[in-house]
């Protein structure tokens, strides 16, 4: 994640927005973050009052609009005559996007910085939620006001744990463990914060962070084993990530009376029903301490420590353990946000396609075939698609496309043969994909047939799905989500991707590019001819454009596939 904005940038932004809707749009998605589908659908009566405060409620969700901004969308619906139940700014939501890039391309030449060349609605929503945060809103609040489905939305805002907090709680004990005056329960809790702390800050996933912490823990005096486990209310499931020291079945058994109601919490928690707290319980060979270590999209993880006995809830020892768990519950957080920093993670939205008032689903029927589109490609007059037709003449596919009852159509063109079928570019100003790019979706596949189409699609992790499905339902009544899940994929940084195009090219192939790219021919004008490019090769023309060729189709696969 780019850093987000400072108040100071997004003031120096704002200042090059020419327009009063420019200027709203930027507002509305940097101080109340609203996505831009959001934006769009907002009219002067979905905001109000409650309590004194304002609100702006907009796709089943409610936001607080700071009263700066309130004030400016009374004086834009004012000064525009908008009621109360129009679209506020009047625009699409893609149309909302490019203002703000407007705006941010404007800065970025205007101040010679360019940081605000990157800057789009995105970016702003982050600046939203950053800056409650450091105002010390709480979480759930501001979980709640930037539409995220639960807290877990916000890891990859919430700071890192400070190497100068790790160093100074490892000081800390290592003082407390050297002081021959400190009792021994003591002194051993003083090690052990001493000796986690030491691998806090290593680790490149939460497996080995956990898989470090127990080891840690076991290997330490006082303490005889050490596991991390995760379990969920909402289907009563529990299982252990990480052991040291301890059998795994014998964790899943202490987990399962930590997460259930024989253990008991440190304060006034009688039943033990409450997370976030330490929790203990006593076994025949000794004791055994959990500490919550985090709790993500509704499930809770904590660690817990064989001891030979449990220490009292407001000792030192507690306070101690107390710190443990906070270390690693920040490290367990970082560990998260940086995977997100090297991971693409998105939600992947499953759609069924019965609309016959849709390009392919009408072709698929009519020709009683199955459409493969293998590219989308958005501009121009409409959305251009890319797909194979199976076992037909392609003179069938212009004639049902050109066909009256083919509405949405802009353009039809034969590209090739495919392995199974002809190939086509459609251009199309009216399809379920076209809906679903305008709202800011990535086509991933989109298969038909003559029963009708499965298009998946991914949008961003805290993208509001719910509005994706309702606005693709609104344009496609017959079209339904059936499936969503969150994917990482890793992402490829150049060097990978470098090495993995040099295994595909062969040593001519590479050569004949690198002389291209250094010598100029891909400049206008050209810098080199393709023959003498030939000429310091020491090969034919013919044959230079032939690697030429190869070479770039290779790159160009290796960069859209990938």
């Not at 990535?442 to 992790?461: I, K, N």
């Amino acid at each position: 994640m780019v850093d987000p904005l400072s108040d100071a940038d997004y003031a120096r932004l704002r200042r090059h927005a020419r327009t009063h809707r420019e200027d709203l749009v930027v507002r509305l998605c940097g101080e109340a973050g609203l996505r831009p589908a959001e934006v769009a659908s907002l009219s002067p009566g979905d905001v109000g009052a409650v309590d004194g405060t304002t609100v702006a409620s907009v796709d089943d969700r409610t936001t607080w609009l700071p009263p700066a901004v309130a004030h400016d969308v009374e004086k834009y619906a004012a000064s525009n005559g908008v009621d109360d139940d129009e679209s506020l700014v009047d625009v699409s939501a893609r149309r909302v996007q490019m203002l703000v890039r407007e705006v941010a391309d404007r800065a970025a030449a205007a101040t010679g910085d360019d940081r605000f060349a990157a800057v789009d609605s995105r970016s702003l929503r982050e600046h939203f939620v950053v800056s409650l945060l450091r105002r010390g809103v709480d979480v759930r609040v501001v979980a709640a006001v930037a539409g995220f489905e639960s807290v877990a939305g916000l890891a990859p805002y919430l700071d890192d744990p400070s190497p100068v907090e790790i160093a100074a709680a490892v000081d800390d004990a290592a003082a407390l463990a050297a002081d021959d005056g400190t009792p021994e329960p003591v002194r051993d809790a003083a090690r052990l914060l001493a000796a986690v702390g030491d691998v806090l800050g290593d680790q490149e996933s939460p497996g080995a962070l956990f898989d470090a912490v127990v080891e840690r823990v076991a290997s330490t005096d006082g303490y005889r084993y050490a596991w991390v486990g995760r379990w969920t209310d909402e289907d009563a499931s529990a299982d252990v990530v990480a052991n040291a020291g301890v059998d795994a079945a014998v964790a899943a058994a202490e987990l399962g009376a930590a997460s259930g109601d024989d253990a008991t919490g440190t304060d006034d928690d009688a039943d033990g029903s409450e997370r976030g707290r330490a929790r203990s319980f006593d076994r025949d060979r000794g004791g055994v301490l959990t500490l919550p270590v985090g709790e993500f999209e509704g499930v809770a993880y904590a660690l817990g420590l064989g001891v030979e006995h449990v220490p009292d809830a407001d000792g030192t020892v507690a306070a101690l353990h107390d710190a443990l768990g906070a270390l690693v519950a920040r490290a367990f957080e970082a560990t998260r946000r940086r995977r997100r920093l090297v991971a693409d993670v998105v939600t992947e939205l499953r759609f069924d396609v019965h609309d016959r008032d849709a390009v392919l689903v009408a072709l698929a029927d009519s020709l009683d075939t199955t459409v493969e589109v293998t590219g989308v490609v958005p501009g121009g007059p409409g959305l251009v698609l890319y797909a194979e037709v199976a076992d037909v003449a392609p003179k069938d596919v212009v004639d049902a496309t050109d066909d009256e009852d083919a509405a949405g159509v802009a353009r039809v063109r034969y590209v090739d043969d495919g392995d199974d079928g002809p190939v086509f570019e459609f251009v199309v100003q009216d399809s379920p994909a076209r809906t679903l790019v305008d709202l800011d979706a990535r086509v991933q596949s989109y298969r038909v047939d003559a029963d009708g189409g499965r298009l998946t699609a991914v949008v961003p992790a805290d993208a509001d799905v719910r509005a994706v499905r309702d606005a693709l339902r609104d344009a496609w009544p017959d079209s339904a989500l059936v499936g969503q899940e969150t994917v990482e994929r890793t992402v490829e940084h150049a060097r990978g991707f470098q090495d993995r195009l040099r295994e595909d090219l062969t040593d001519r192939q590479l050569a004949v590019l690198q002389s291209a790219y250094h010598g100029g021919y891909f400049q206008w004008p050209r810098e080199s001819t393709g023959e003498e490019l030939a000429d310091s090769l020491d090969v034919a023309a013919p044959t230079l454009h032939n690697h030429l060729r190869v070479a770039q189709r290779k790159l160009l696969d290796a960069f859209f596939e990938s």
